[in-house]
């Protein structure tokens, strides 16, 4: 079955500091992947996707890389902000788009 | 921009209390959904629906009941609620993208 793996928080980085949220994903075909954003007392945004492979999805300053070869799609920012503080979860869909599959989220907490 | 509402965004209530959560959305999409999200953050699949008259169960076992009797309304039922059952719930729909659109969710305290 499909699984999506992301690295456990919480983060918690100074304001400008670099980002990286590991993601890792097993799938049975070619998935699409995502990246949601969840502010707090609010529902899943959508941040970025890609849909095939060595696409890069950006949002924001956010950025992705659909990896195969090491099935992977690692988030990342070069200066976070306090307003970037949030969960983050990665996901995966299959083509035929039926499900999500979630990984259990990253809080990042960003200080002034 | 999606549009996926949910009703009410918060609700606290006695032990016992019938109550419905309420999502819509004005997308035309098939496919919905209602996770519930533990204080860990995880989100768990509860029910999901991908047409009218179609209703599943999720990963997560539930005691909630949902029904799909028009494509945008996809209602989410406790017949008495407990104290167990307090958790945020959130609804989404998928288009044909892939993409999946969340509602604000509904913050359920049952006393």
């Known amino acids: 079955g499909n699984s999506v793996t992301q690295m456990e928080g919480p983060v918690t980085l100074s304001e400008e500091a670099f980002l990286t949220i590991n993601c890792t994903y097993t799938?049975?075909?070619?998935?699409?992947l995502f990246w949601y954003v969840q502010y707090p007392g609010e529902g899943l945004q959508l941040l970025l996707k890609?849909?095939?492979?060595?696409d890069k999805g950006s949002n924001k300053g956010f950025e992705a890389t659909y990896r195969k070869e090491t099935t992977s799609f690692h988030l990342e920012k070069g200066s976070v902000q306090v307003s970037d503080s949030a969960v983050y979860f990665c996901?995966?869909?299959?083509?035929?788009?039926?499900?999500?599959?979630f990984g259990s989220g990253t809080q990042l907490t960003v200080l002034p | 921009e999606a549009d996926i509402y949910q009703t009410p965004r918060y609700l606290v209530i006695g032990t016992g209390k019938k109550i419905t959560l309420e999502c819509s959305q004005t997308?035309?999409?098939?496919?919905m959904y209602w996770y519930q999200q533990d204080p860990g953050m995880e989100l768990h699949l509860i029910h999901y629906?991908?047409?009218?008259?179609?209703?599943e169960k999720g990963d997560l076992s539930s005691e909630s009941t949902v029904s799909r009797i028009r494509t945008e309304h996809f209602p989410l039922t406790l017949e008495s609620a407990r104290p167990s059952h307090t958790s945020q719930y959130l609804c989404?729909?998928?288009?044909?993208?892939?993409?999946?659109?969340f509602g604000p969710g509904t913050r359920l305290t049952v006393l």
């Open positions: 799938a049975t075909g070619y998935p699409s």
């Open positions: 890609a849909t095939k492979a060595d």
């Open positions: 997308m035309g999409h098939d496919k």
């Open positions: 989404a729909s998928i288009g044909g993208s892939g993409t999946q659109y």
């Open positions: 629906s991908y047409g009218v008259n179609s209703t």
């Open positions: 996901a995966l869909s299959e083509r035929s788009a039926r499900q999500l599959t």
